[in-house]
């Protein structure tokens, strides 16, 4: 412990951290307890994505790992520590099209299909790998994920006015839960796709005997009909570069008296890339986009009826997801190892930080194509 106590380079980590009230091998919950001597010359270096990596290997500690991320973030420690990935990302979105049809069945095969039974142990009930919406319909608080996520699917249908035969589309279904609730509460014919093959097999199982239809096919394929439109949680993956095809495609997909509801995950600033970190090890060619992004994209194409920001509501889902996956690992195959546990633990605890800090918000859109002549008036 000595030889970790006076390295060098800790007194310039630990003066990095001081903004953000964190201490190296202090008591507190979320100071960071170092169980390497090389850990501050690898972050010092490595930044965001060696920060992640070191987890993982077991270099570091804390007491509540979302809330030493949250330190790091609400002070914006990560605006002032960049390392040669974060430079190497930044140039390499800049400079090429991470999201191209060649590329957009990679986040399905490294993320969405790592195993049903990994994400059956974590979301509940119901298979939504979103956030959940923790209020009724008279706007008092739920208790429980399964109800949140239930209020949200309802909420997204209410926001539609859906009706009793009218032909909806998902973009970016997952397994087709959302669909599968507005066909057997609202009576509505499905079409949902995903680039995922595994979601696709087992939304197909929960759609079964039902009017809905899954198919695996990139989103820039899709050229029919329909009353109304949602994408819950996939706009995550277009990027910047794409979002205008995004949006045409929606428009010319759209019944020009329907409604179309985009629910994303956004961030406060306009960026061209994810965190090194969940690039390479959760969500590959990913970026959130920025309100000025989303509003650019769609100029001309959609009328903005109402922009809804719950994102507050992600970091409690979240916990719930912790929670879940937590309860159940012993129970996980054996391919989910201990670093893969920590690479996990990682993910939900930064996401978690994420929202609680206001970096990163949720925000569901419900947009016209020519705009709703006597007005539109959300439920909520």
Not at 50 to 74: I, K
Not at 100 to 116: I, K, M, Q
Not at 162 to 174: A, F
Not at 335 to 361: I, T, V
Request: aromatic letters at 10%; a neutral charge; hydrophobic letters at 40%.
């Amino acid at each position: 412990m000595a030889a970790v106590r006076h390295h060098p380079f800790r007194a310039r980590l630990q003066s990095l951290l001081r903004p953000a009230d964190v201490r190296i091998d202090g008591d507190r919950p979320w100071d960071l307890q170092v169980h390497s001597p090389r850990l501050a010359t690898r972050l010092l270096a490595g930044g965001s994505l060696a920060l992640g990596e070191s987890y993982m290997d077991g270099w570091w500690n804390t007491g509540s790992l979302d809330d030493f991320l949250y330190h790091l973030l609400d002070a914006r420690i990560d605006q002032r520590a960049h390392g040669v990935a974060d430079i190497f990302d930044a140039l390499r979105a800049r400079l090429s099209n991470l999201q191209t049809r060649a590329r957009s069945f990679e986040v399905g095969e490294r993320h969405y299909d790592l195993g049903n039974d990994l994400y059956r142990a974590m979301l509940g009930a119901r298979m939504v790998y979103s956030c959940g919406y923790w209020r009724d319909r008279g706007g008092m608080p739920l208790e429980s994920l399964d109800a949140a996520q239930d209020a949200k699917l309802d909420l997204v249908c209410r926001k539609l006015g859906l009706q009793p035969g009218m032909r909806v589309l998902d973009i970016g279904c997952g397994w087709g839960e959302a669909l599968k609730f507005a066909a057997e509460r609202y009576g509505v014919v499905g079409v949902g796709i995903t680039i995922s093959r595994e979601q696709a097999a087992l939304a197909e199982q929960l759609c079964a005997d039902l009017p809905v239809e899954i198919r695996v096919q990139d989103y820039r394929a899709l050229d029919e009909r329909y009353d109304r439109i949602l994408s819950i949680g996939m706009f995550e993956h277009v990027g910047v570069r794409n979002y205008r095809t995004y949006f045409e495609v929606a428009q010319r997909c759209l019944d020009p008296e329907g409604l179309f509801l985009l629910h994303s995950i956004g961030g406060s600033r306009s960026v061209n890339r994810t965190d090194p970190w969940i690039a390479r090890y959760i969500f590959p060619n990913s970026m959130l986009p920025s309100a000025a992004q989303v509003t650019a994209a769609l100029e001309g194409l959609f009328v903005i009826e109402d922009w809804h920001n719950f994102g507050a509501d992600y970091d409690r889902t979240l916990q719930a997801w912790r929670a879940n996956i937590e309860a159940a690992w012993d129970s996980l195959p054996a391919r989910y190892d201990e670093r893969f546990r920590r690479m996990w633990r990682y993910y939900l605890a930064g996401s978690m930080a994420s929202f609680r800090a206001r970096r990163n918000h949720l925000w569901q859109l419900v947009l016209s194509p020519g705009g709703v002549r006597d007005g539109y008036v959300a439920p909520r």
